[in-house]
Structure formats: C-alpha cells, structure tokens
C-alpha cells in the first residue's frame, strides 16, 4: 500500500526557499509560493537598474521535477489548521511549511517624503521603476544614493562607472562593517568613479528635486534612491508567531519555530536562537539547505542537526571592473586580509554565478550542494553577538553580499 508523500509549502522563491524545495523535491510534494513567475537575482538589481544585467532566472531550469510553483502570495499562516491564506482567495496545506520569505526595503519610513519620492532597489519592481527613471534623465543630472552598506556603495559604483554624476550620502561611515583596509579601497575606487561622499550626514526629508540634511544643507538631486534600511515581512508576526524586532522567526538551531515543530525557516527571515546571521545570499543557501534538511530529518524520524555554516568573506562590486573583497574567519569575524580591482571584480562575478549555479545543481540532483562549515556553534553565540560587527543598525541592513 503506497503512502501519500508528505506536503510541505514553501513561502518565498528566493535563494533560500528555492534551494530548500530543490533538496525536498525527490522525498516530498513540494510547493513554492512566490508572488512573481520569475527568480530574482537580488545581488543584481542595481545593475538590472542601470541595464546591465537582466537580474532574473526561469523557474524551469531553477526548480527541480518535485517541486511545482504557485504564484501568487501568501497573506496569513494558520498553524491549528497547517494551512496558508493566500492573495487570490484560496488556500493551501502543508504537513511541513519552509518560512523563507526573506527581507525588503522597511515599510516604515520615519524620513518624511522617502516613500512618495524616494526610488528603494530592494525588489524587482523597484529596479524596474529605477531603471525607466534613468532612462528619461538628462546624463548630466545629479542622482543621490542615500545608505552606506553595500545595496547604497554597489549601486552608487554601478551608476557612475555609466558616466552618472552620483553623490552618496551616509548617517555613517561608507561601508560600516568593513575594515579600514577595505574601507579605503572602496573610498578610492568611487572617488575615481567621481562619486561625491558625504558621511555622518543624515537625511532629513526627501523632496521631488533633492534633500534635506540634519545640518540644514539642502542638496539637489533629480533622483533620489533610498538603500538605508532593511526589514523583514510581516507575515509570520501576524499570523501570530513568535519574532524578533524586526520580523524574523524565532527558532531554535535546527531552524525550527520556538512555537511550531511545524514551521521551518530560512535566509533572511530567520532568526536562530535569536542571533541571526548576517543577511546575504551566502547565508541564505546554506540556511535554505539546513531547513530541508531539517524537515528530512523529521520525515525520516531522526533526531534534526543543529546549524552549523561558515562565512567566506564579503564582495562589494563597484561597477563591472572592480571590487572590493574582504576576507573573514568562518564565524564571519573580519580579516585584515583585502583585495581589489579587477581580479577582485571577476571573483565577485564568479560568486554571483555559483549561486544561481547550486540552485541549478541541486534542482537535478538533489543533496548535491554543500556549504562551508565551522562558524555557527552555540559555543560561540556570545562571541558573535559581543563583536563589534554583530551591533547592526538600520542602515547596515541594506547590505547584500555573495
């Protein structure tokens, strides 16, 4: 007599939640719910913006035979029931859920005029709106970048190494979780691209044709985009789980809900033993493969592992033919080891590339895909959370790194 294989629905189709339902697809009937028929590649929207780069991937080729995909989106979780509300009025359910719906730009601006004026790249559809922007901008306008992490420092490389006139304004440094070595490379690449740097200068309103500083400084600029700040869906404080400040699902370190042995997270969304890991796409892969492995486990009966990854480094592309590489111990402590330009540039360009392809890897063989490990114990938490690098403030959350 043959058994019904086990259902489990994942909520986002980003890196973490599309490697998850890759590795779950030969063991289960898997469904993504994504509210685009597309993969985006977040690590590429300032350059999709500029129009170097599509910044997209096909579904078909990204998502292995088991696991079909339902666009639409996800609007409430009802664990009594282990079913999902969605958009369009249905609902789906699941044995097993995978949380994976990832980070955006906040959705709450405290900076007056940021929302109606303000041009964010955290989402495709912002990009979009960006890129038909340029193209109607005179080449000599003043655009301004406003955020120092990596979102606002790559955006601001990619515009003017197009020729842009682009100012970036910082509430601190450029560039605050970088070393000093590497802080100075990138000052020294955007000051060749002619970028103007203003940091400890804090915005204080955003108009139609410029911006106002918290010295009384008013700064034209034709466009203004807004990378200072990310935060986290709603959906899971809303349906009634447990989650950090931000929004991210309480776990513990098998990734599993504090609430929930049910509920599963992964990437950006999750927040394990309440020290989350940095958000980047180098996290998002390795937290995307625990989670599955995690739900593996519980479909086998065992007993799941503990998380357990480690860090490489940071990459910040500025333009097409240089970056910035900044090495770090696996429990993602920097190193005072840099490089940069060229070189540089190419090993970023790799990196983006390996993403996109382990989750075509993993789409045919499923369990294919490792990870680095040796930087997530709980041994370490403390150390983690006392570094310097782990007191993340809003700003800070707009960096996206391979």
């Not at 030969?26 to 300032?46: C, D, E, M, S, W």
């Not at 080449?139 to 020729?163: K, N, P, S, Y």
Request: aromatic share 4%.
């Amino acid at each position: 007599m043959s058994h019904p294989r086990t259902r489990v629905i994942v909520i986002g189709g980003g890196y973490a939640g599309t490697v998850a339902a890759n590795r779950l697809s030969r063991r289960a009937a898997v469904t993504v719910i994504n509210p685009r028929p597309h993969f985006v590649q977040r690590t590429r929207l300032h350059q999709y913006a500029v129009g170097n780069h599509h910044a997209s991937g096909d579904y078909r080729k990204l998502l292995g035979k088991g696991a079909e995909l339902l666009v639409d989106t996800a609007t409430r979780i009802e664990p009594d029931t282990r079913t999902v509300h969605l958009e369009s009025g249905g609902t789906v359910e699941y044995d097993y859920l995978i949380y994976a719906v990832g980070s955006t730009a906040t959705r709450r601006f405290t900076v007056p005029g940021v929302e109606e004026f303000a041009f964010p790249v955290a989402e495709f559809e912002h990009a979009e709106r960006l890129k038909y922007a340029l193209s109607n901008l005179d080449a000599d306008a003043m655009i301004t970048v406003v955020g120092g992490g990596f979102t606002g420092l790559e955006t601001a490389g990619e515009l003017a190494e197009q020729g842009r006139r682009v100012r970036l304004v910082c509430s601190g440094a450029a560039g605050p979780t970088l070393t000093e070595r590497a802080r100075r490379a990138t000052h020294e690449r955007l000051s060749s691209l002619q970028v103007e740097i203003l940091e400890n200068a804090r915005v204080t309103r955003v108009g139609p044709d410029g911006l106002a500083l918290d010295d009384g400084t008013v700064l034209e600029s034709a466009i203004t985009v807004w990378t200072a700040g990310f935060g986290v869906p709603e959906l899971a404080r809303s349906s009634g789980f447990s989650t950090d400040t931000l929004g991210r699902l309480l776990t513990d370190e098998t990734l599993t809900s504090i609430d929930d042995d049910r509920v599963i997270a992964a990437g950006d969304c999750a927040a394990p033993s309440g020290d989350p890991v940095r958000m980047a796409c180098q996290s998002a892969l390795p937290l995307g493969l625990a989670a599955a492995d995690t739900v593996l486990s519980r479909i086998a009966g065992d007993e799941p592992a503990d998380l357990d990854f480690g860090f490489n480094g940071v990459g910040v592309s500025l333009g097409r033919r240089s970056s910035v590489i900044q090495f770090h111990e696996r429990d993602d402590t920097p190193k005072d080891q840099v490089h940069a330009g060229r070189i540089a540039a190419a090993v970023k360009d790799l990196g983006l590339k390996a993403a996109m392809a382990g989750l075509r890897m993993e789409a045919l063989r499923p369990g294919i895909v490792g990870f680095p490990r040796g930087g997530r114990h709980p041994s370490n938490a403390v150390a983690r959370t006392e570094h310097p690098s782990a007191a993340v403030s809003t700003e800070q959350l707009s960096e996206r790194s391979v």
